[in-house]
């Protein structure tokens, strides 16, 4: 049957779809956050409670690029703010999963948060995917009276401004936009100014949430992550929905902070493998 359809795809003069790659995906536990309080990340949580959390970094792998969800942070304001251990810089990070930082083609940006962009200098030659909505704002109007730029660090902003310059950035339009061949970014969950996720198609989905939900607790307990606004709870509550929908289970979706991830999947050191290619 398969062979019919292409078969008349090619006698009408249409091409067949560009196969979906063999992606392998793994999360890459680059420092630790020791006890940090739950209600800043799940809308609701006693105001008492503690948990140890993850920063981390997901490298989707295939088809000849080998793509990072979010690139952590480096500079030194964040270590002084913030009580951050067993850290290893991004770029080093990599290497644990047997990459050099040049080999790093691809950077899709979950959202502008220091945590999560504030390492896009240290892949050089790394193409970066953002939201036009987030470049737009955190480039331009967030900066204004009036504006909102927590948690952005304005040395991450000129680095944005710099590689679009370069031609190393590439905007992405939207809502269930194919950023590249099987990966699907999304929008809606509002954690920042516009915010996206990320589905890699294959068997099975996985769908990189990011901080649109930092833990488990948010997709099982249907409570929001933090967002731009207390008027998009309920967006982030209908997006985190639909990132279960997408990946066919709650299991098979990461959430941006969440230690378990090292523990439902077969984890070696600080890498977890989400999926192995096939």
Known sequence: MKRLLLLSLALLGLDSPAP?????????????????????????????????????????????????????????????????????????????????????????????????????????????????????????????????????????????????????LRLVAGDDVEILPGIRAYTGGRHTYASQYIQVEGEPPIVLASDNAYLYRNLESKMASATFSEADHAANIRNQARMIRLAGSVDRVIPGHDALQFQKYPTHGRIAVLRAPQ
């Open 20 to 168: 979906i790659p063999d992606y392998s995906v793994f999360a890459i536990r680059y420092a630790d956050s020791p006890q940090d309080p739950v209600a800043d990340m799940v809308v609701g949580a006693p105001q008492d409670e503690r948990i140890d959390t993850v920063y981390a970094l997901w490298l989707v792998r295939g088809g000849g690029h080998n793509i990072l969800f979010d690139s952590g942070f480096h500079h030194k304001r964040w270590f002084e703010e913030w009580t951050i251990l067993d850290y290893v810089r991004p770029d080093q990070a990599v290497k644990l999963a047997g990459l050099a930082p040049d080999e790093i083609t691809d950077i899709i940006i979950s959202h502008a948060h220091w945590d999560h962009m504030g390492g896009i200098d240290l892949f050089p030659r790394a193409t970066v995917w953002i939201q036009t909505e987030e470049f737009r704002y955190y480039t331009g109007e967030a900066w204004q009276p009036g504006g909102d730029h927590d948690g952005i660090d304005p040395e991450d902003v000129q680095w944005l401004i710099r590689l679009n310059t370069e031609g190393r």
